[in-house]
């Protein structure tokens, strides 16, 4: 099915251009990997101005569903994606920075979307999956004096998990509010009185949730990470609102 460029009405002009290929891509005209026309052609057939269309495509950007290439080639030119995990971890950390959610909000979200990915993925994580991790928690045991590094694989095996519970709504959401709390996260690694017994301390909890997992212990393992978000995440809730931590062992 070829899409079909109409026109739209000048008030909010980006506004209505977004509208417009929202239309084509619910109606199934246009799909990811489909490439947009170049500005010089779908400004006119939307009856725009370039500066109007390049803004809406900015958003489009923005919002993870739209890729564009500066140049001349095969490659050049605003191609439709899926991308939705990044750019979900952004608007997320932006509306928490402002004050839209609250950490607490956050804590329960994480608390609900692993207890649910952790559950599901006992039951239909592959061997390669549980291979993948495994390689995650032995470069974490290697990194655990490089914080930065622990916390980037710390998120990635949080992330993998999500993915191998096999829904990938719950993958994406895990990852957004993993990115949203991330520097917050950071810095209270960095400022742990002792880091080396912490790190130790959640390198165990990590290897245990994955023997759970292998085992198809899918229950346990739902228990096991909730404790150890509350622990690190809820400290982290209690020192920026004021409370008294969560629990005396951190967890990320």
């Known amino acids: 099915m070829t899409a079909q460029w109409r026109p739209v009405r000048q008030s909010r002009t980006h506004e209505l251009v977004l509208e417009s290929i929202e239309r084509q891509v619910l109606a199934g005209e246009l799909k990811a990997g489909d490439r947009l026309p170049p500005e010089r052609e779908l400004a006119p057939a939307l009856g725009v101005s370039r500066s109007a269309l390049r803004e809406a495509l900015r958003v489009m950007e923005t919002i993870g569903v739209l890729v564009a290439n500066v140049g001349r080639g095969p490659d050049a030119g605003a191609r439709i994606v899926r991308n939705p995990d990044d750019a979900l971890g952004r608007v997320l950390r932006l509306h928490l920075a402002l004050g839209s959610y609250g950490l607490e909000d956050v804590l329960e979200a994480r608390v609900v979307l692993e207890r649910s990915s952790f559950e599901a993925a006992a039951r239909s994580a592959s061997e390669e999956v549980l291979a993948e991790a495994q390689e995650l928690l032995g470069r974490m045991r290697e990194a655990e004096a490089d914080v930065p590094l622990f916390n980037e694989?710390?998120?990635?095996?949080?992330?993998?998990?999500?993915?191998?519970?096999?829904?990938?709504?719950?993958?994406?959401?895990?990852?957004?509010?993993?990115?949203?709390?991330?520097?917050?996260?950071?810095?209270?690694?960095?400022g742990a009185e002792d880091w080396a017994a912490t790190a130790a301390g959640l390198n165990a909890e990590h290897e245990e949730l994955?023997?759970?997992?292998?085992?198809?212990?899918?229950?346990?393992?739902?228990?096991?990470?909730?404790?150890?978000?509350?622990?690190?995440?809820?400290?982290?809730?209690?020192?920026?609102?004021?409370?008294a931590p969560a629990r005396e062992t951190p967890d990320p």
Do not use: M
């Open 210 to 243: 994955l023997r759970l997992l292998a085992a198809g212990e899918g229950s346990a393992a739902a228990d096991l990470v909730e404790r150890h978000i509350r622990g690190f995440h809820g400290a982290v809730v209690g020192d920026r609102e004021g409370g």
């Open 153 to 190: 694989l710390d998120t990635a095996f949080h992330v993998l998990i999500a993915r191998a519970s096999g829904n990938r709504l719950i993958s994406t959401l895990t990852s957004a509010v993993r990115e949203s709390v991330r520097t917050l996260i950071l810095q209270a690694e960095e």
